[in-house]
């Protein structure tokens, strides 16, 4: 039920059975307020996605709000993914990483990371990071990270994140055309093609990969690049996400190679939804094989084609894809025994 998109097969099964702490990187771009660049939430309630994600993925309640989000067309968040496996197969902690939150989560039971950072601005008029700084951050928590399980998955909630990091790999002069899923299964390419080029007018030649982040790109893309450097390998880490996850990674690619290296990857992964390994408008594995490094990546061969509710087989014609770390989420359920059967089972307790 996990199958691979690139590296090496086996990696994967040496995590079966074993715990992991699932870290959830949270952050709000103004970006997420174009009009129609995003369907991760409530419309004019945006900002409020990463929120009531984190909220709901700890306690299974919202608190932030009465209901939790969706998109316009009914498709509900893909925390419930998420959150339904760890009640089968519980995670063994949950933390959170507040990255930039307009509105911080109402939570009990997960630890809650903050690094007074705030959102980050739209990209189409400069996102007015200091990416050094972020970054920073992000290698001094991984530094002093301990992780108190067998491994980590990182997942992310960031509305309007792939936008983001369809500037970010621009910005750093990859060719990434068609590469990169989104929310919508009709995706709004004009208004994501008009917001990267404003982006990338805020640039000029003289920049480095700092200044460019600094300008186009979104806090949990810089602050992560940063933990996996301060992790340095010595924890296996699985980037939980899609194409966001994919550019993460370039950028950490990038990085190496203006400090003069190249990271080690043999104790990193990615695994998303096979919504987004198939996804015939992006293509991750094309965005993976432009690293300088070897990388071992998955997805999680799991749909709702044995579920009847309307509302998750929209996951099944391309609404939503990816998000809250649901591939990972899926990953680790299958790692640790469950069926397609008991996670759809248990995700349609939510909608009922």
């Known amino acids: 039920m996990i199958k691979p998109i690139i590296g090496n097969p086996e990696f994967i099964e040496s995590l079966r059975g074993k715990k992991a702490t699932f870290l959830l990187a949270l952050s709000n771009t103004k970006t997420a307020n174009i009009k129609g660049i995003t369907q991760a ?8 996605t990463p929120t009531l994600d984190s909220e709901f993925l700890c306690t299974g309640e919202v608190y932030s709000l009465e209901n939790i989000a ?38 009990e039971g997960c630890i809650l ?23 920073t951050k992000g290698v001094k928590f991984g530094k002093s990270y301990e992780c108190q399980d067998d491994y980590i998955i990182l ?17 750093l002069r990859y060719k ?15 208004i994501k093609t008009t917001t990267v080029k404003l982006a990338l007018s805020h640039l000029n030649s003289k920049y480095d990969v700092f200044d460019t982040l600094s300008k186009v790109s979104d806090n949990m893309l810089i602050f992560t690049a940063g933990f996996i450097f301060g992790i340095n390998n010595r924890t296996k880490v699985i980037l939980a996400g899609g194409t966001q996850m994919a550019c993460l990674l370039l950028v950490i690619d990038k990085i190496s190679q203006l400090i003069g290296g190249r990271l080690e990857s043999s104790n990193l992964a990615l695994c998303t939804t096979k919504w987004v390994a198939k996804d015939k408008n992006s293509d991750i594995e094309q965005l993976l094989k ?12 799991f749909d709702f ?17 990816e998000g809250v770390g649901a591939g990972g989420a899926l990953m680790y ?12 089972k248990e995700i349609e307790k939510f909608l009922k």
Do not use: W
């Not at 939430?41 to 409020?48: K, S």
């Not at 760890?86 to 939570?107: C, N, Q, R, S």
């Not at 997942?155 to 910005?171: F, R």
């Open 41 to 48: 939430g409530i419309p004019n309630m945006i900002y409020l």
């Open 70 to 107: 969706k998109t316009p067309k009914g498709v509900p968040t893909p925390a419930l993914i998420t959150r339904g496996v760890h009640l089968l197969a519980p995670y063994g902690h949950i933390e959170l990483l507040d990255l930039g939150l307009d509105v911080t989560p109402k939570i």
């Open 113 to 135: 990371h903050q690094f007074n950072i705030k959102p980050s601005q739209n990209i189409a008029k400069g996102a007015n990071i200091d990416a050094k700084e972020i970054f």
């Open 155 to 171: 997942g992310e909630s960031v509305p309007s994140g792939t936008t983001t990091a369809m500037a970010t790999a621009s910005g």
């Open 176 to 190: 990434i055309d068609n590469c990169f899923s989104s929310s919508f299964k009709d995706v709004p390419n004009n």
């Open 290 to 301: 432009m690293l300088r490094f070897p990388i071992n990546a998955y997805y999680s061969d």
């Open 305 to 321: 084609s044995k579920s009847d509710h309307p509302a998750l087989k929209l996951y099944d014609q391309g609404e939503a894809k």
């Open 333 to 344: 359920g299958f790692l640790n025994g469950l069926t397609q059967e008991q996670i759809t």
